[in-house]
C-alpha cells in the first residue's frame, strides 16, 4: 500500500515557477493542493504523463476526505469502473500521471499569458466552464 | 536747499574731484555711473563727513585706510602737511552757503598713518546786506542743523538698499523721532521738564517744614517714578508689538497664496495611512479570491468525474451492493466449525470450502470498493454544493475588490491633489514661514496683553498720584504759610499740562500733515492706482499700506513700490519740515527688477521737476529701462572711474 503520492522529479522546476509567478496565490498552498490542481488540468487536457524518476511529494494521509474522493473520482472515471478503488496504487498512478503532464501545462500557460494577467484569464476560463456545465 | 557743487580734496579716491549739479530748466536731475569701489559710496560720505563730521556708509576696508588720499600720502615728502578738504556749496532761496570741511595731515614717512595735525569746519554765507559771512565749528555745526538736522538725516542721503527695506528697518520710534524732531517740539518739552522740575522743588521745599508734606511728596515721587517706569516698559513692549506685527502682516502677505503645507501635510499623512489600511484589506480580499479560484479550479475540472463516480454509487445502491449485506461472521464460523447453516460438513480441500473461500475473498474486495465509495457520497454532495454557490461567491469577492479600488482610486486622487497643491512650493521654507508666523503671534498677543496689563497699572498709579496730590493740596490748604507754594505748585501743574497738550497736538498734526503728503505723492507717482487704497500712519508712528481689497500690503508689494513709497515718505518730511533738501540715493535700483526700472525710472523723472535728486548708479543699474527714461532729462551726468593704481578716481563728464 504507497503512504505518499509522487511527481516526476522533472516536475519540481514547473512547480517552481508557479510558485515564484505565484498565481492563485500558489507559493502559500501546501503540496496536496498544488498536485490536486496539477491533477485537474491534465485531466482537463486528458494528459497523462508516466513518471521517470518518481519522488515523494506528500503523504496520502494528507489528502483528506475531499481529496481522496477527488483522486477517487478520477480513477473511476478513468478505469471505467468502481472496481480500480480496490487498488490503491493503480488509484495514484492515475493521479499522479494527470498531475505530471498537467503541472507542465500549467507551466506553459503561465509563459503564454501576459505577466499578471494569468489569474484574470483563469476566471474567465473558470466562468466559462460554469455557464457550459449549467 | 541744493547742492550747486561738491569740490573734493585729497578726500580718500577723489584726489582732486569737482563736480557741478548745475540743473536744467525743468529737471534737477543728477546722474553718476560708477563700478562698485569707485568712489560712489564715498561721495555720500564725503557729504556726510563735510556736513556732520563722520562717514555712516564707509566699507570695511575704506575704515583701515587713511582719510587722506593714497597717491598724495605717498608722494608726500617727510614733514609736509596734506589736507584732506571738502567743500559743499548750496543754494537756498537764492542765498548761496558753502559749508567746507577740513583736516591737515603731517606727513612721517615712518609711520603708515598720517598724523591729524588740525581740524576745520566753516560756513560761509551772504547776510542781509549781501556781505559774506563765516562761521566756524560749534556755530557752523548749528547752522547745519538749520537746513539739513543731523538726527534726520538719513530721511535725505540714502543707500538705495535700504530704500528697498525702509519701512522694514525703520521702527514707529524712528518715524515718531523724526516727527519730533520736525515738529520742532523740543523747546516745548524742555519748558514742560522744566516747569515739572520746579514744582518738584516748590514741593521739596514744603516737605522740608512739613513730615505730613514730605511724606505725601515721597510718595508721590515713588509713585511717578513708577508711572515712569510702566511708561517706558509700554513703550518699548510697543515697539515689540509693532515688530511684530509687522512681521505677521509681513508673512501673512507671503503666505497668501501659499496653501497652508504642514495641515496639507498632515492632512496627506492620514490619507496614506487610510490608504495602507484599505489597501491591506483589499490586497487579503485579492487572495480570498485566488484562494477560491485555486479550489473552484480543480473542483469545476474533476466535475465530470464526481458525476461518474455518483452515478457508480447511486446503481451500486439501487442494486443494494451497497451498504454490504453480507454476514463475514457466517462465512469465517463455517470454515472454523466445518459445519455449514444447513449441517452439512465442509470438509478441507472440497469444493464447498473452495466456494467459501472465493466468496469470502471477493466480500472482501467489494467491501473496501464499498467503503471508499461510501466515503465518497458525502464530500460529493460537498463539493457539489461549493461549485453551487461558485459564482455568487466569487462576484460578492470580486465586487468588494471593486469597491476597494474606488475608494483606493480616490484616496491616491486626494493625495496626488495634495502633492500638485504643495509642488512648486520651498515646502521648508513655507513651514519656516508658518512656524515664524505662529511665533510672531504669540509674541503680538503676549505684548499686547502685557500692554493692557501695563496699562491699568498706569491708570491705578494716576489715580493714586491724584489722590496724592488731592492729599497734598489738602496738607498745604491747612497751614497759612503754604499758601502761596500751594498756588504756584497748581500753577506749575496746569501749565505743565497745557504744554504736554501742545506738544501732542503739534505732534498729531505734523503727523497727519506728513500722512496726507505721502498719500498724495505715492499715488501721484504710482504706476498702479487702483491696486493701493491708502497711505496711513498710525498713532504708534507705523506707516501701513492698503491694498485695494483692503489688507495690508506693504511687506508684500515689489521692492520698485517700496521704494516709492519710502521717497514719497521722504518729500513729504520734507515738505511739512520745511528742510528742503536735496534727495541723494546710492544704487537706487539695485534691488530693482529690469521690468519696475521703467516705472521707477519715470518717478525719478518726475520727483526731479520739484527736486534735486542725484542718483549713484552701478553701470549695471543704468541698464536700458532707466537710461530710456533718464538720458534726456538728466541736468548732468557723469562717470567715476579708478586710475590704475587704483587710488585716484577720474571723472569723466558725459552730459
Same mark, same amino acid.
Given at each position: ?134 | ?57 564707509? &566699507? ?72 559774506? =559771512?563765516?562761521?566756524?565749528?560749534? !556755530? ?64 521739596? !521745599?514744603?516737605?522740608? /517744614?512739613?513730615?505730613?508734606? !514730605? ?8 509713585? !511717578?517714578?513708577?508711572? =515712569? ?52 484589506? /483589499?490586497?487579503? =480580499?485579492? $487572495? ?20 461518474? &463516480? ?25 470454515? $472454523? ?48 454544493? =461549493? ?29 496626488? &491633489?495634495?502633492? &500638485? ?26 505684548? $499686547? ?32 504759610? %503754604? ?87 521722504? $518729500? ?31 518717478? %525719478? ?32 551726468? /557723469? ?17
Amino acid at each position: 500500500m504507497p503512504d505518499r503520492l509522487y511527481i516526476d522529479k522533472e516536475d519540481r522546476p514547473y512547480y517552481q515557477k508557479a510558485e515564484e509567478e505565484n498565481i492563485l496565490n500558489f507559493k502559500n498552498k501546501n503540496q496536496k493542493e498544488q498536485f490536486l490542481l496539477a491533477m485537474a488540468i491534465g485531466f482537463e487536457n486528458s494528459q497523462r504523463r508516466e513518471l521517470k524518476t518518481r519522488e515523494g511529494f506528500f503523504f496520502s494521509d494528507n489528502l483528506g476526505s475531499e481529496g481522496r474522493t477527488l483522486i477517487n473520482a478520477l480513477a473511476i472515471r478513468e478505469h471505467g469502473s468502481a472496481d480500480i478503488l480496490a487498488d490503491e496504487k493503480k488509484v495514484f498512478d492515475i493521479a499522479e500521471q494527470y498531475a505530471s503532464a498537467g503541472i507542465r501545462i500549467l507551466a506553459d500557460s503561465i509563459d503564454k499569458v501576459q505577466f499578471g494577467k494569468f489569474d484574470k484569464m483563469f476566471e474567465k476560463d473558470l466562468v466559462e466552464m460554469l455557464n457550459l456545465s449549467q | 536747499m541744493r547742492i550747486e557743487r561738491i569740490d573734493l580734496k585729497n578726500y580718500r579716491q577723489f584726489r582732486s574731484v569737482c563736480i557741478d549739479f548745475g540743473r536744467s530748466p525743468k529737471e534737477d536731475l543728477h546722474i553718476l555711473v560708477a563700478d562698485n569701489g569707485t568712489g560712489k559710496t564715498n561721495l555720500l560720505n564725503a557729504i556726510n563727513w563735510c556736513l556732520y563730521g563722520n562717514e555712516p556708509h564707509l &566699507s570695511k576696508d575704506s575704515q583701515q585706510l587713511p582719510r587722506l588720499n593714497l597717491n598724495t600720502l605717498v608722494q608726500a615728502t617727510e614733514g609736509t602737511k596734506e589736507i584732506v578738504s571738502v567743500e559743499l556749496v548750496t543754494e537756498t532761496e537764492g542765498n548761496r552757503i558753502t559749508f567746507k570741511r577740513s583736516e591737515e595731515y603731517l606727513v612721517h614717512k615712518d609711520r603708515k598713518q598720517p598724523v591729524l595735525h588740525d581740524i576745520n569746519f566753516t560756513v560761509t554765507y551772504l547776510d542781509d546786506k549781501k556781505n559774506a =559771512k563765516w562761521v566756524i565749528d560749534e !556755530e557752523a555745526t548749528a547752522y547745519v542743523e538749520r537746513f539739513v538736522p543731523r538726527d534726520i538725516r538719513e530721511f535725505f542721503f540714502f543707500d538705495g538698499e535700504r530704500l528697498d527695506t525702509y519701512f522694514k528697518s525703520a521702527t514707529g520710534q524712528q518715524i515718531s523721532n523724526a516727527i519730533f524732531r520736525i515738529s520742532q517740539v523740543d523747546t516745548l518739552n524742555r519748558i514742560s521738564d522744566r516747569l515739572e522740575s520746579v514744582v518738584n522743588d516748590l514741593k521739596r !521745599e514744603a516737605g522740608k /517744614r512739613s513730615p505730613q508734606i !514730605e511724606e505725601i511728596r515721597e510718595a508721590i515721587e515713588d509713585k !511717578e517714578k513708577k508711572r =515712569k517706569e510702566v511708561m517706558e516698559q509700554i513703550a518699548e513692549l510697543g515697539v515689540q508689538k509693532e515688530d511684530a506685527r509687522r512681521k505677521i502682516d509681513e508673512l501673512n502677505e507671503k503666505l497668501r497664496s501659499i496653501p497652508n503645507i504642514e495641515a496639507l501635510q498632515a492632512e496627506q499623512a492620514k490619507l496614506r495611512e487610510t490608504y495602507k489600511k484599505k489597501d491591506q484589506v /483589499r490586497n487579503e =480580499k485579492v $487572495i480570498d479570491k485566488q484562494n477560491l479560484l485555486f479550489e473552484l479550479g480543480i473542483l469545476l475540472r474533476l466535475y465530470p468525474t464526481l458525476q461518474v &463516480s455518483s452515478q457508480v454509487i447511486s446503481e451500486k445502491v439501487k442494486n443494494k451492493e451497497i451498504p454490504q449485506t453480507y454476514d463475514t461472521r457466517l462465512l469465517d464460523n463455517i470454515l $472454523i466449525t466445518r459445519q455449514c447453516i444447513c449441517t452439512r460438513r465442509v470438509e478441507e480441500g472440497s469444493s464447498e470450502e473452495k466456494h467459501i473461500k472465493q466468496l469470502r475473498a471477493d466480500i472482501a474486495t467489494s467491501s473496501v470498493i464499498a467503503r471508499e465509495l461510501l466515503q465518497m457520497i458525502s464530500p460529493i454532495e460537498q463539493i457539489k454544493k =461549493k461549485i453551487s454557490t461558485f459564482k455568487s461567491e466569487l462576484e460578492r469577492i470580486t465586487k468588494e475588490i471593486q469597491l476597494y479600488d474606488e475608494e483606493l482610486n480616490d484616496l491616491n486622487v486626494k493625495i496626488q &491633489s495634495i502633492d &500638485s497643491q504643495i509642488g512648486g512650493y520651498n515646502v521648508e521654507q513655507v513651514k519656516q514661514w508658518y512656524s515664524e508666523l505662529k511665533d510672531y503671534q504669540r509674541i503680538y498677543d503676549f505684548n $499686547i496683553e502685557r500692554i493692557t496689563n501695563l496699562k491699568l497699572a498706569k491708570e491705578r498709579l494716576d489715580k493714586e498720584i491724584a489722590d496724592l496730590n488731592q492729599d497734598l493740596n489738602k496738607a498745604l490748604l491747612k497751614e497759612a504759610v %503754604f499758601q502761596e507754594v500751594r498756588h504756584q505748585i497748581a500753577f506749575g501743574n496746569r501749565a505743565s499740562g497745557v504744554v504736554n497738550n501742545v506738544v501732542k497736538t503739534m505732534m498729531d498734526r505734523v503727523r497727519k500733515a506728513i500722512e496726507n503728503e505721502t498719500r498724495d505723492s505715492f499715488f501721484n507717482l504710482v504706476w498702479k492706482k487702483e491696486t493701493f487704497k491708502d497711505v496711513y500712519i498710525d498713532e504708534n508712528y507705523a506707516l501701513h499700506l492698503i491694498h485695494g481689497l483692503g489688507y495690508e500690503c506693504l511687506g508684500s508689494v515689489s521692492a520698485s513700490e517700496r521704494q516709492l513709497l519710502a521717497l514719497s515718505f521722504v $518729500i513729504a518730511l520734507h515738505k511739512v519740515s520745511g528742510f528742503d533738501s536735496p534727495i541723494l540715493v546710492d544704487t537706487p535700483v539695485a534691488r530693482v527688477s529690469n521690468e519696475q526700472r521703467e516705472n521707477l525710472g519715470k518717478i %525719478f523723472y518726475q520727483i526731479s521737476r520739484n527736486k534735486q535728486l542725484i542718483l549713484l548708479f552701478l553701470p549695471t543699474e543704468y541698464s536700458v529701462e532707466i537710461s530710456r527714461n533718464l538720458d534726456t532729462c538728466a541736468s548732468s551726468m /557723469r562717470k567715476l572711474r579708478l586710475t590704475k593704481d587704483e587710488r585716484e578716481i577720474q571723472m569723466e563728464v558725459i552730459r
